[in-house]
């Protein structure tokens, strides 16, 4: 039996969380060991600092890279409606309002350094998909 895409998907339907805590801690080993060199691994496109600057919510955890100031978080949401750049959430109320669209959405957590421009996909979540559930619900006539 081949692995798909679809079998993160539980009995219900339901979508599942993604997670690469243990290929970011991989990583990091890989740098601290000097086998991956930094320039490979703190090359953030500079829009993605830009939005870590002004958007991204400061953590409390040390860039494990440079170490010298905390990470910050940035959501990035993609999926049918959202458009081909897909949108950069800023607000709570925002990330409420694309989880209640019927679409099935991905929100992407990136961690970011805005010193030595560190980054990495932290987990990838569900969003959306209120109609599906909703219509799988009802009774038949």
Same mark, same amino acid.
């Given at each position: 039996?081949?692995?798909?895409?679809?079998?993160?998907?539980?009995?219900?339907?339901?979508?599942?969380?993604?997670?690469?805590?243990?290929?970011?801690?991989?990583?990091?080993?890989?740098?601290?060991?000097?086998?991956?060199?930094?320039?490979?691994?703190?090359?953030?496109?500079?829009?993605?600092?830009?939005?870590?600057?002004?958007?991204?919510?400061?953590?409390?955890?040390? #860039?494990?890279? &440079?170490?010298?100031?905390? +990470?910050?978080?940035?959501?990035? $949401?993609? %999926?049918? !409606?959202?458009?081909?750049?897909?949108?950069?959430?800023?607000?709570?109320?925002?990330?409420?309002?694309?989880?209640?669209?019927?679409?099935?959405?991905?929100?992407?957590?990136?961690?970011? #350094?805005?010193? &030595?421009?560190?980054?990495? +996909?932290?987990?990838?979540?569900? $969003?959306? %998909?209120? !109609?599906?559930?909703?219509?799988?619900?009802?009774?038949?006539?």
């Amino acid at each position: 039996m081949a692995f798909t895409a679809g079998a993160i998907q539980g009995t219900d339907g339901a979508r599942g969380i993604v997670d690469h805590r243990l290929a970011r801690r991989m990583l990091i080993n890989e740098v601290r060991k000097g086998r991956v060199p930094m320039d490979t691994v703190c090359d953030a496109h500079p829009e993605l600092i830009r939005a870590a600057r002004n958007v991204g919510t400061e953590t409390k955890t040390e #860039c494990p890279i &440079c170490e010298q100031v905390n +990470l910050r978080l940035i959501t990035y $949401v993609f %999926g049918h !409606g959202i458009g081909p750049q897909g949108r950069c959430v800023s607000t709570a109320k925002e990330m409420r309002s694309l989880n209640a669209r019927p679409e099935d959405l991905n929100a992407y957590v990136v961690e970011a #350094c805005t010193e &030595c421009r560190w980054h990495h +996909l932290l987990r990838v979540l569900p $969003v959306g %998909g209120r !109609g599906r559930t909703r219509a799988r619900t009802r009774t038949p006539s």
